[in-house]
């Protein structure tokens, strides 16, 4: 009886290892462990064995079966590996072929300078607040403690709807209406859109986009408001970049200063887009002006305050190295796509 | 303001620094430099040479050849100026230096000129002699110069010394950035003040002398403000027996160096003072201001004048003037008349120094088209003592240059002058606002600088009358900080209470539509809020469209630019149509803006700004596909439910066939379509585009960002497909109201998976088919549960006159 389940394994393992397609191996197993099968037909021999043997011959068919399974498996999973590489090795394709692109939109650079500012404010914990572009004389002017007749609103050319009604030369309005409604303390960001009667070239628009920040709580000070905008600048244009601070007058801040940053192509050293300077003024700031405050009902004995202001084409401008302010509205999809 | 640092150390002796030292200084110190430039820029080895002989050059008729003595030495220079002379001293370039210009003017080459020794005609030239021109300068500023030629000293000068100093041009002019705040500081003394103060050196202001003769000026003139209002202070002085001549050479130079042409002893000296002080001065000829009387008084309406330049103005009746007896004879802080201008025959003068209101000078300057130096400075509102110091002043330097005798006293009309400031000296709150830990004493020092007296029993800072824009104690802690030092000031950040920044509800909205625009491949877009009227022309706006009622600025750039958008579609069809033109392909844009409605007109209130998310393409998709990201971008904002569409929007401006009003849950939120052709053409674009412009107020309320999980079915749906014939002008939307109508509470969803018309279908009708799907929440269904309801919809769908197919 062993000798016979040892040339059925024998037999088996040698056909398996000729044969070459699962299709074949399968009529192996049928041959060797399907119901008319070699083994099988060893088991139901097993009446003619003797019973006190049958245990240990039961054994040695089970092990002869459990082999030849194994190397059948073996077998199966070689061979399916080899039809997967050929097929991979017949798949192979031209992977410098040019993309099938899902062509989403870009967003606008000024919007993505904007958005830039925003989050580092909205990180120091500012609000983004927004304020009408359609504004009353006395929010753009009066209450910024720049009265009728005051030159500062020659510097700024103003369109007027009429003698009451402008289209806001600044953002700055934004912080009076906050200041208005009563909540201290305040932190908060206006960006938004401003006009002035300048005709459109290179370097001008009558229409860009500046965004405002005003902090009013008791006890904020003036070396807050460098420590804010170091801070911010670090952020916006790298982790070495250095502030400076110039005095400077704003009719709605006292003490007021423009605040320069190291030029973020030379570090400082001097070059042609800093003109050699090393600096390039980025905005202006000061501590809220008195006046300011009480026109809004903000007690200035009680309250102090910083404000600060910039333009963000400038900022888009020398961030992203465009030469032309004039690319920023004319909506060249080639001009978009680069950002 | 451009002023020479030699002017500024005139009053500030001790300074003594480099010009970049200077200009950093004085920046960090609140005076900006906006830049500055050596006088002497490329003039090298330039010495005084004095010709000893003149020969003429033996083969060329225009050149001479000259021995020059230069003090070390005698060299021989050939020249072909026509104007020396034996005896001369002139500035004579050595070999290897250089000149900053040529002889004939011109810009001036940024590496000057080099000189080198050389042969003219094979004789010999070791050097050139220098015109004034190839100095760097001019006639103008240098008029003793000779129209065409080499310039001559006039005065006796050493031999071999350096000729670009005794020209006054080893000196540096800077310009100033002068904020409108610091009235004062648009004076060389106002400056020289502010430099004194920044390097703690002592500040040397000229002294002002009683000047005048046993005569009284109120013998020679009388003065009549009426119009006080406009006129605080008139103060007139009287000089007699006027020689006029030119002025000395430091006053030319200083002049020229800040860019005033020297004309004569008069002229020079009110311009001088003009500088100095910051006050213009006007000189009249007495002789002709008719009864010897000023009266100060509005012109009369339309009423014209010939100014000093020869030109004439109209007048209107807020322009103030200047008259005599009979007369006009100036327009008061503008410009003086032909009338009574100052000629070489001029015996006596009458000077003017006035204080006029700054605000009615600039209005007037600009409505008469006529801005001058002094209106300049008048309309920044001056100080009247400042103006009695300067009239004294050139009172002063009339005695000192022989150029007349002073007649005594002042007629001086002037309202009560305003009393000078006084601002509690709160010190420690004064470092409460910087953030610093400034000393009171320091402070003291500070204020000591700048001329800011304190007064120790009352406790308050004394403010000079020239430092109008000291006001308050924020004013004195600007004081402390400039000169304490910005950069000094210690960086820190607020402290108070954390607040928590994020966007609004709004905001996110917003975002939340950018974000859907550029995944669907919309990039944005930027355009202007005003554009012209003919817009809504172009749009085939009727004529009575309420959007035609629009904010109109009063004084525009020009048409283009004077109204406030009402809609927003010019901005995009303009970019979509920039794009055409620059054959880009499948362009995608999206703007994000606001468009201004007047609540009435005219606009006397806030306008509703309304921010309107606008969606423009051309080349690949179609109706559908805008129709698609609308869609994304109400799932993303929370707007779940059923959106409608009304074929029946009436906009004039889109495909009358292809156009539909955006309805949400009854609100009117937008609308979309296909441009019409007749629009396209307006515009240039020559195809098909497609918009849609959503209202962001409209259906902000409609928005949210809460999210709920309700369940994934558990059960098997069963699907029911219907294929159907339908009129023509039969809508989808109609189907699916039937469908969804009559569905019943197991129905789910209906989608349409095939529409189509042609040959196999019969003329005026399409072939529908919509896929039904049915399910229970918590069984599965049987055939026997939807039977019943797909029955209602079958009959529903023949009543509108649909055959159904099998």
Sequence with gaps: MKAKLDQIREQALTQIKSCDTTEKLNEIRVSILGKKGELTGVLKAMKDVAPEDRPKVGQLVNETRAEIERVMEEAKTRMERAIREARMKSEVIDVTLPAKKVRIGHRHPNTIAQEEVESIFIGMGYEVVEGPEIEKDYYNFEALNIPADHPAKDEQDTFYVNGDILLRTQTSGVQVHEMEKGKLPI?????????????????????????EGLVVDTNVTFADLKGTLAQFARELFGESTKVKFRPHHFPFTEPSAEMDVTCFKCGGAGCRFCKGEGWIEILGCGMVHPNVLKMSGIDPEKYTGFAFGMGLERIALLKYEIDDLRLLYENDIRFLRQF | MNTALSWIKAYVPELDCTDEEYRDAMTMSGTKVEGYERRDKNLESIVVGQITSIERHPDADKLIVCQVDIGSGKIQIVTGAPNVKVNDKVPVVLDGGKVAGGHDGGPLPEEGVPIKAGRLRGVDSFGMMCSIEELGSDRNMYPEAPEEGIYVFQEDVPVGADAVALLGLRDTVFEYEITSNRVDCYSVLGIAREAAATFGKPFVPPVVKETGNGEDVRDYVSVEVKDADLCTRYLARVCKNIKIAPSPKWMQRRLAASGIRPINNLVDITNYVMEEYGQPMHAFDLDTVAGRKIIVRRAKEGDEFQTLDGQ?????????????????????????????????????????AAIFNGANIRKSAKRIGLRTDASGKFEKGLDPRTAEAAINRACQLIEELGCGEVVGGVVDVKAPLPPLGRIPFDWERINRLLGTRISREEMLRIFLKEDLRYDEAANEVEIPSFRQDLIGIADLAEEVARFYGYDRIPTTLPNGEATAGKLTHKQRVEEKARQIAEHCGFSQAMTYSFESPKVFDKLLLSADDGLRQAVVI???????FSVMRTLSLNGMLTSLAFNYNHRNKDVRLYEMSNIYLPKSLPVTDYVDER?????????????????????????????????????????????????????YKGTEVGFLGEVHPEVLDNYGLGVRTYVAVLDIPSLLPLTTFDRKYTGIARFPAITRDISMVVPRDIMAGQIEGVITQRGGKLMESCQLFDIYEGEQIKAGFKSVAYSITFRAKDRTLEESDVSASMKKILNGLEQMGIELRQ
């Excluded at chain 1, 005709?199 to 500046?210: G, K, M, N, V, Y």
């Excluded at chain 2, 009063?554 to 283009?560: A, F, Q, T, W, Y």
């Design chain 1, 187 to 211: 932190r908060m960001i206006a960006p938004g859109r401003v006009f002035r009667s300048d005709e459109l070239d290179a370097t001008h628009s009558p229409s860009f986009h500046q965004i």
């Design chain 2, 312 to 352: 004439m103005r109209k007048l209107d009746s807020e322009v103030l003037m200047i008259c005599d007896a009979e007369k006009e004879i100036g327009i008061a802080g503008i410009m003086g008349g032909e009338n009574s201008k100052i000629t070489d025959e001029v015996k006596t003068v009458l000077f003017e």
């Design chain 2, 554 to 560: 009063s004084n525009p750039l020009g048409e283009d």
């Design chain 2, 611 to 663: 921010v309107q998310l606008t969606l423009g393409f051309y080349g690949e998709g179609d109706f559908y596909t805008l129709k698609g990201v609308v869609e994304e971008f109400f799932d993303a904002v929370g707007m779940r439910g059923k959106t409608e569409y009304d074929p029946q929007a009436g906009k004039n401006f889109l495909h009358p066939g292809r156009q539909g009003l955006i309805r």
